[in-house]
């Protein structure tokens, strides 16, 4: 099974940014994001295809959550611009190692998921 390691979360002020990385240490078709809020369940994020850079977003982060892969270190990245208070959440990266027609943005449809990653936002 693919392990997944997650680094780059921390505390950040409202309007600010922040970039996290997931390292995978095997192949994979289908990396993403989730998060969970505090007091709530595991949410989508975001969701990247690695071969051909095809990428999903939830609603809420378009237009300022960025994900991207670097499949020489097996990488993929959050890049998360104009933080909101309600971004707050432990960051999980995840992977999916079938290949499937539509890409994946449901918990269960994924295979592999990291240890996590804080993420705090401040006024």
């Known amino acids: 099974q693919v392990q997944l390691v997650e680094s780059g979360g921390g505390l950040v002020q409202a309007g600010g940014s922040l970039r996290l990385s997931c390292a995978a240490s095997g192949r994979t078709y289908f990396m993403g994001w989730f998060r969970q809020p505090p007091g709530t369940e595991r949410e989508f994020v975001a969701a990247?295809?690695?071969?051909?850079?095809?990428?999903a977003y939830a609603d809420v982060v378009k237009g300022r959550f960025t994900i991207s892969r670097d499949n020489t270190k097996n990488t993929v990245y959050l890049q998360m611009n104009n933080l909101k208070l309600e971004d707050t959440a432990i960051y999980y990266c995840a992977s999916k190692g079938v290949n499937t027609v539509t890409i994946p943005t449901t918990e269960s449809r994924y295979d592999g998921w990291g240890q996590g990653t804080q993420v705090t936002v401040s006024s």
């Open positions: 990247i295809r690695l071969r051909t850079e095809t990428t």
